[in-house]
Structures are given as C-alpha cells and as structure tokens.
C-alpha cells in the first residue's frame, strides 16, 4: 500500500517527525520540565543526570529551569516550560526557596514534587531521613572513616532532626566509637546558594 511504501522509505531515509509540528495536531510533545534550584549543586547535578536519563530511556527530552538565580525566575521558569508545551514537570526545588508552587500544579497538573509542597492533592516523593543519615555514617565507617562530622544549616529543621538521628543511631550500632561532631547553622536560617555564604558554628564534643 501507499502507506507501507512511505514508511519503508521513511525508515531508509532515518526520517524523524518533527515534534513542532506533531504537537500542532495536538500530539504529546515528548519533552519533559525540570525545575531545579541550581543545577551546578552536586546533589541537584545527581537528580538531573538520572531524570534526564529515565526520559531518554523512553524516547523523551528535559528542559531545565534553574529557579534561585534571580527574584521571579521560578515563575517565569514555568511560563517558558509550559510555552513549549511540556508534557509534565519534575519540581525538585526544595520548600527553602520560594516558587509559587500552587500556581504550578494548577497550570500543570502532571507536576511531580521532589517532598511535600505543601499544596492539596499534590503528587510527591519524600526522603526517609532518618535512613538516609544512617546510610551516609555507615558508607563513612565502612571506608575506614574514625571520627563522622555532620553539618546542617538549620537544627529547628524537622528533617535535619531526623537525619541526625539516623546518624547517631548508626553510629550507636558500631560500637565504641567517638561522637558525632556536629557543625549547625542558626536556626531558621536558609542554605547558601554559594559557598561564601556558609555560616556554620561547629558543635564538637569534647
């Protein structure tokens, strides 16, 4: 038929559709947001290499939106995502830095959270603190590490608490070993976006 031989030729000639022009008759575009704080942030730099990787797995694209650049940059994040008609969107921009997130999922209900914005009928993945302390002494302790610091930003933090938890905990599993040295921030205090703006107060045991 007519159509078997276009595509025959199609698939000789490596012919790709062209997403502009699918999505003027309404098809999906394939190409996913990703609302990050600062991509240059290791852990952040993590996030995005494995999400990008999970949607070039299934034929899809990200476009990513740095938010904490400028005052008003996550909003207009989102209004250049949906401008170019992004199927869904990855926020992992943590509830420290401000984002009018409500506004967010009404324009784009297909927004996934990286923890709980705080918004009605949100979709969300959460972190096990506690665990995740646990993990990170145990990894240090089983590289030969003696003597485990722990710095956070803010103690009043309901997660901080939890983590730090998780550490003494895994430490207290170990045996005999020396305290945890904790390095604090002020409470109430949001995390630096550069280096030179660390403050933190060490906390060591005697």
Request: with cysteine.
């Amino acid at each position: 038929s007519t159509a078997e031989r276009i595509l025959e030729i199609a698939t000789k000639l490596n012919y790709r559709a062209s997403p502009s022009a699918q999505q003027l008759r309404g098809k999906r575009s394939n190409v996913f947001g990703l609302l990050v704080a600062s991509a240059g942030d290791p852990l952040t730099s993590w996030l995005v290499e494995h999400l990008d990787e999970e949607a070039m797995s299934i034929g899809c694209q990200t476009l990513i939106g740095n938010t904490a650049i400028a005052p008003g940059r996550f909003e207009a994040c989102v209004d250049e995502l949906l401008h170019r008609g992004v199927d869904g969107v990855f926020c992992i921009v943590h509830n420290l830095f401000k984002g009018d997130r409500k506004s967010l999922l009404e324009r784009c209900p297909n927004t996934v959270f990286y923890c709980g914005p705080g918004v009605k009928n949100a979709t969300y993945v959460s972190v096990d603190q506690a665990e995740a302390g646990r993990l990170a002494v145990d990894h240090l302790l089983d590289v030969g590490r003696k003597r485990i610091g722990f710095a956070i930003y803010d103690p009043a933090s309901k997660e901080h608490e939890q983590r730090l938890s998780g550490a003494r905990l895994a430490l207290g599993e170990r045996g005999d070993l020396e305290p945890l040295a904790v390095f604090e921030g002020e409470a109430g205090c949001s995390p630096p976006i550069r280096p030179e703006e660390r403050t933190l107060q060490g906390a060591t045991p005697d």
